[in-house]
């Protein structure tokens, strides 16, 4: 049933977004050098790596780490990158992630190929057999505000709880919070 639910909203969500999609990927190619999108190695369901593709926001040669691990993240953005990340557009051409089967549109954030601490304690808790999402329990409870023990227990919450019910619950609570711009830092 969710990846029925998927499959529909994300055809839907495709064919609506596609004129937002088209501008944000010109806007990205006329402010900075590079490609418009970023394909970033992520980790899925039971661990395996695939390639999930952003917007870039960041400017190319930029280290494949965590923004919050970076020394001056603000230095590293695009001219527009601040703003694709505020409004969460950066994040748009992860529908073809969740089409593609890779993603959901609810479950746990993908981890970041050389998050070794989040990616371990994960696996501990069972989380790691979950579909990655676009957004998620902890995405909705604090997002880059959260420490990774937290964000852990949260998905461990959303594990316990999975439901299409609670799903409908997150995407909304996630469309207000992307509305007031909550728990974005960078």
Do not use: C
Request: aromatic fraction near 8%.
């Amino acid at each position: 049933m969710k990846r029925f639910f998927d499959l529909v909203l994300g055809l839907f969500a495709g064919l609506v977004l596609l004129p937002p999609v088209l501008l944000v990927a010109i806007a990205v190619r006329l402010t900075s050098k590079g490609p418009a999108l970023y394909w970033s190695d992520r980790v899925g369901r039971n661990n395996v790596i695939f390639k999930m593709p952003k917007f870039r926001s960041m400017r190319v040669g930029t280290p494949a780490v965590a923004t919050h691990l970076l020394a001056d993240a603000r230095s590293h953005l695009t001219p527009i990158g601040s703003f694709l990340r505020r409004s969460s557009l950066d994040e748009l051409p992860q529908l073809w992630s969740i089409l593609a089967g890779d993603m959901s549109f609810v479950g746990p954030r993908p981890a970041l190929f050389n998050q070794h601490d989040l990616i371990a304690l994960r696996t501990e808790q069972g989380v790691h057999t979950l579909v990655p999402g676009l957004t998620g329990w902890a995405q909705v409870n604090g997002r880059d505000e959260l420490p990774i023990p937290e964000k852990v227990k949260l998905d461990v919450a959303y594990l316990q709880r999975q439901s299409l019910s609670f799903d409908v619950r997150i995407l909304w609570l996630t469309f207000v919070k992307v509305l007031r711009r909550d728990g974005v830092s960078h």
